[in-house]
């Protein structure tokens, strides 16, 4: 990241020092799924578009990659109405898809896709935080977790547990795909005062909650609690100039992919946080 835009950030930040009070930040962790719910009754699908640039970001996505023996079994946590699961199942034959959200409205509005095939798509609400995946998918039988803006929408404290949940499903060798805010993005520069619960965690306007990745706060997160290998962990940054207020500011998003380890010697790889 450009160091005079990091800095400048910064500045911006540090100004705004006045934290939402305890009674609204509990509040508003409690009732997540309540406020993505309501959030899902008001946009219904048309909030998000189609992720279609996916598998140009993610070779794994791609159809006929050889990263998996037979037909490769993915998971979308956080699946919403299922923007990144269509575009996927259409140019993947071959796969079978599992998608989780937890909010019930979301996975309703997926089950009841016209593009939803029992087949080869299982959709299921599932509270990443504490509602184990393994109660529906079988243990380390996962080939790619992709993590779409949605490790975003927990508090920090909740993060590790999302990481094991998913580590019991993925199978030695699988990958976690990842892309999703990063710090001093435009939007986290935008917050005004009273929207902060804490360092890079924001209440939007309708209650959802919205925390912005450093990489090393991932690779904490991946490598030293879930012991994964670390293939790629970087910022993108997309300049966007507004010529009428001649002020320069960044989209900045994290994308990373985590592998498990395959056998003794990889995992001693992954606990010195060493990256492939
Ligand atoms: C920004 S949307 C992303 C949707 C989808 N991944 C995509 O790329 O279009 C974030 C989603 O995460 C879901 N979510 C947030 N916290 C969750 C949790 N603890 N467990 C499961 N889903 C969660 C929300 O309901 C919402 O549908």
Redo the contacts with the bound molecule.
Sequence with gaps: MDPAYAATAQRILAADSSLVPDFWQTKYKSE??RN??K??NRNTTNF?KD?HWTDQEFEELRPGHTFAENSPVLL?????????VWPILERNPDMFVYA????AR?VRFVQTNELYNSARCRAFV??????RLAATIPPHSVDIV?????L???PPE?QAD?VSNILEILKPGGRILFRDYGIYDLAQLRFKSGHKLEENLYVRQDG?LSYYFSVERLRGLFVRHGGLLELENDYVVKKLVNVKKSIDSDRVFVQAKFQAPIDTFEIEHAMTGTSL
């Design positions: 997540a799924s993505w719910d959030f899902y998000f992720r979308e946590i956080g699946c919403g109405v299922g923007n990144f989780c959200d937890f909010s979301a599932c509270d990443i935080t504490k509602d992709s993590a779409i803006f949605v975003s929408a927990l909740k999302a959802t």
